[in-house]
């Protein structure tokens, strides 16, 4: 059974940062693309960052230049690196897992992140 395990969350003055980590486990399969979505209070779910198995990365627009993912193929984590955090930012946190040949993604439980101005 695939879990995945986060951690890194919590409360940061704007300006400040944070570094998520993410490490997924229970899977025979290859892992394709990792990544961290978030939700805004009241808003919807949104792609932050992710990065693929050749190493290839996209963010958001709005955290371009400010996050920086990256993976450790080993260990199966995929961290998030936050810096200049800015209220806006402030949202669950949610790791994404897809792994090669299966259909559906898996999440992760969710950390909260709280930038406070």
């Known amino acids: 059974q695939v879990q995945l395990v986060e951690s890194g969350g919590g409360l940061v003055q704007a300006g400040g940062s944070l570094r998520l980590s993410c490490t997924a486990s229970?899977?025979?399969?290859?892992?394709?693309?990792m990544g961290w979505y978030r939700q805004p209070p009241g808003k919807q779910r949104e792609l932050v960052a992710r990065?693929?198995?050749?190493?290839?990365?996209n963010y958001a627009p709005s955290v371009k230049g400010r996050f920086t993912i990256s993976r450790d193929n080993a260990k199966n984590t995929v961290y998030l690196q936050m810096n200049s955090l800015k209220p806006e930012d402030t949202a669950v946190y949610y790791c994404n897992v897809r792994y090669t040949g299966v259909r559906s993604d898996y999440w992760g439980q969710g950390t909260q992140v709280t930038v406070s101005s």
């Open positions: 229970g899977s025979t399969f290859r892992i394709n693309a």
């Open positions: 990065i693929i198995s050749g190493g290839d990365t």
